[in-house]
Each structure stands twice: as structure tokens, then as C-alpha cells.
């Protein structure tokens, strides 16, 4: 199948179109025509070097489109499906045995190795290999994905706002959902009113939190989130001692924080910023952060804990996200702006310039 994507040929070079050449599915797997593609942080990371993947390479992994080609043994998923792609897992180590396919122990290998399960591709380029990504690469026309990425949807909903589901808006509710398991009444700060920390915020208001805390520097943002459910909005560069305000917010500090943007000074707010036997939810992309163990987990019972994919078994917390959203109570239209496929360099440069929260890829 010819196919139209956005392909990376060397570390931190911008996205040049090219028509590909995608193979039919294997077994265990379908081929699915792409309507939409969230733009992700992850993408970055392996397109600037940071995630170390084989180029040429096909990014994308936040797609949603329509199943128009299913390989042998496919169970539960039909040709004319509408579909979310997410991440890629092996279904027999431990971790998924145990129903924790987010981290699944093959993660990086099925993820950001660059090849399918069975260690070939199915995208092609003037009749060489194109590295693809999370098992399907779903910036182009057409995807190929092994089942186990693939979550079908209700017809009903627009296909194109529906991709990020499959990583960052998962990510930001799961953590808030299926992570942290938030309660009634409790309190709640997120670090960074982005995509993933809006998704948290929507979630926490899901959730019935009291006080839905959002920190982040540009006012824009703090707005946003506040129509999405923050009852309070902090402006890091306009208040001198964020930890104090959320504590006097809270009453003695927040029950949960969701830390979201890898900032190493702020990493340490979320976890200061709890009170005693608080829980920390880091979901953000960090290095090296220096903390005070003794000070800042020890001495106040509290604990620091790493989220992927918002602990979500996709095909189960998926289609609640969709119910939620078509009952008014997640709002994820609110984060997106769509463009071209064509537009990608630019839909990437406007969300750096922040004109775009959540910039989406139509095809």
C-alpha cells in the first residue's frame, strides 16, 4: 500500500513527506487507514537523538483511523472498526500476565526498536527499511499495528480529536484515575498545564477532588485549566514561594501532586508541596534531579512514584475516556488544533511558540 508520512532521515532534522510503501498485516496484526495523529513529547525526544531509534524512522503514535486490513488470528477487531492506536506490549512476560502491560518488560525493545514484534517492518522507502515507532508509526495515511495496540471506539465520535487517548491524554487521566486513585474531597496539584497535566485536571474533577490545583507560567494555560476544572490557578513566575500558596490552599499541603514537566526544581515543589503521607505522581520526561530524601519523602511519609501510560490497560480505560467525553465530562476538544500532515514542522513549532496546547495531524 502506497502511503503519504512524514519520515525523519537523521537526529534532529525536521520532518520531510515522502510516499512509503506499507506491507499488508502479518499475524496478530491489522492495517488501519489514519484519520488523525496527536503530536507528542515522546516524539521529540526520539526525533532530536534523547530516545536513540534507527532512522530513517516514521513517528507518530497517538493515531486514530478506520481498520481497512486484518492479518490472521485477529480477534475482536473488524475491517470498518474505528480505532485508537496506543503503545506496544508483549502479553507474556510478567508485567502483562499481572495486568501491567504499561510496563511491560519488552517495553523499549516492541516501543523504540524500530521493527515489529517479529523483529522485520512492513514500511519501506524506494525498497529499504523505514525504522517504525510504538508498532505502527502512525504519521502517514496507513499504519500497520499488532492487535494488542488496538482499541476500537464509538463510531460516533470524531476520529480526528481521538489519537491523543492513546498516549498523552491517557497518561495524564490514568495517572489521576487508575494511579493515584485520587478520593473524594482529597486535594490535588498538577506541575504544567500541557496536554498531559489538563488531562489530569480534567480527571481530577472526574474524580470529585476539592481543591484541583494547576502550576504553570503562561497565563493562557491557567486559564484553560480553569475552565476544565482547576479551582485554583498559580502563576510560577508571579508567586514567590509556590510550596507556601499550595499549602495554604490545602490546609497543610495537597494529598496528591502529578508532576508533568520534568523541570527539575519543580519535580521538588510536587513532592514539598504534599502534606504528611502524601503520594507523588511523576509522569515528565526528567534527568539528573537532586532531592533530600530525608527531608522531602522520609521524614513526611511520603512517596514518589513514576507513572507510564497512567497505569491504563488501553482497550478498558479508553472507552471510558470516550463515555466521558461524549457525557460532557472530559472536554478534549478544548486541547486540540488540528492541521495538515504537511503542516507538522509547523504544528511542532507552534505548540514550542505555545499557539497550540495539543496540535493534532489530519490526514
Known sequence: MLSKAAVIYNPGEKYVIEN????????????????????????????????PITMPVVLGHEGAGVVVEIGPGVEGINVGDHVVLSYSSCGHCEMCLTG????CVNNMRLNFGGAMSDGTSRLSLNGKDVSNFFGHSSFGNYAVANQRNVVVVDKDVDLTILGPL???????????????????????VVFGAGAVGCAAIM?????NCQNIIAIDIVPEKLQLAKELGATHVINGKEVEDVVKEIQEITKGGAHYSVETTGVPALVNQSLYSLRTGGHCAVVGVSGDVTINVFGAIMLEGRTMQG?????????LFIPKLVEYFKAGLFPLDKLIKVYDLEQINEAYDDVHKGKALKAVVKM
Not at 100 to 103: E, R, S
Open 166 to 188: 492513546g498516549c498523552g491524554i491517557q497518561t495524564g487521566a490514568g495517572t489521576v484515575l487508575n494511579g493515584l486513585r485520587c478520593k473524594f474531597g482529597t486535594s490535588i
Open 203 to 207: 480527571a481530577a474533577k472526574i474524580a
Open 307 to 315: 507513572f507510564i501510560q497512567g497505569n491504563a490497560i488501553p482497550q
Open 100 to 103: 501491567n502491560a504499561n510496563i
Open 20 to 51: 512509503i510503501e506499507v506491507a499488508s498485516p502479518k499475524a496478530n496484526e491489522v492495517m488501519v487507514k489514519i484519520v488523525g495523529c496527536g503530536l507528542c513529547h515522546t516524539d521529540e525526544l526520539a526525533q532530536t537523538g534523547i530516545i
